[in-house]
């Protein structure tokens, strides 16, 4: 589907690693030349991080994702606290399974199909760009150029559609 999405809306950008953070799901592409190399799907989304600090802390999934909607994904700029800094906790463990899975799956594929290419810059999309900072705070935990897909010149919608699902004009 994240093939298709960019193929069809985003000719223009041949050469991608889009990476979809989701509410149940996680993928991430590699498009080279215009040709799909490679495809990983990981179970380390929005809703994991919502549940797991959820019972890691004994809040509700409505306290985690309110704390995350105000303060999002910077955990350095956390208030100071205590109930704040066990929430940087939790979610700096998340953070780090992410960068681990998102790292792990570059460096496979620089191994085994890049030829020596490099990846410098990746591409997100997803329920996950609604909380606040995840570009800054990828982009400095894996040391590469972060973008957010834009929302594509090719399809037509009001604000309201694209208010409704997090897209980004």
Do not use: C, W
């Not at 208030?79 to 681990?100: M, N, T, V, W």
Request: no cysteine; aromatic share 10%.
């Amino acid at each position: 589907a994240l093939y298709s999405l960019i193929a069809n809306l985003y000719p223009e950008l041949s050469n991608v690693v889009l990476v979809d953070i989701g509410y149940e799901l996680t993928s991430m592409v590699i498009i080279r030349g215009g040709q799909l190399k490679f495809v990983r799907s990981m179970y380390v989304t929005l809703g994991n991080i919502i549940n797991l600090v959820s019972q890691e802390l004994k809040v509700s999934e409505k306290d985690v994702e309110d704390f995350l909607n105000s303060y999002g994904f910077d955990t350095d700029n956390y208030p100071k606290e205590e109930h704040a800094q066990h929430y940087k906790k939790s979610i700096g463990k998340f953070l780090d399974k992410l960068r681990a899975e998102l790292q792990r799956s570059i460096l496979f594929y620089q191994e085994k199909f890049g030829a020596g290419e490099k990846i410098t810059k990746i591409v997100l999309t997803g329920a996950g760009l609604k909380v606040g900072k995840i570009n800054e705070v990828l982009k400095s935990k894996l040391k590469l150029e972060i973008d957010v897909l834009p929302f594509s010149n090719n399809v037509q919608s009001d604000d309201d559609f694209k208010n409704q699902y997090h897209l980004y004009a």
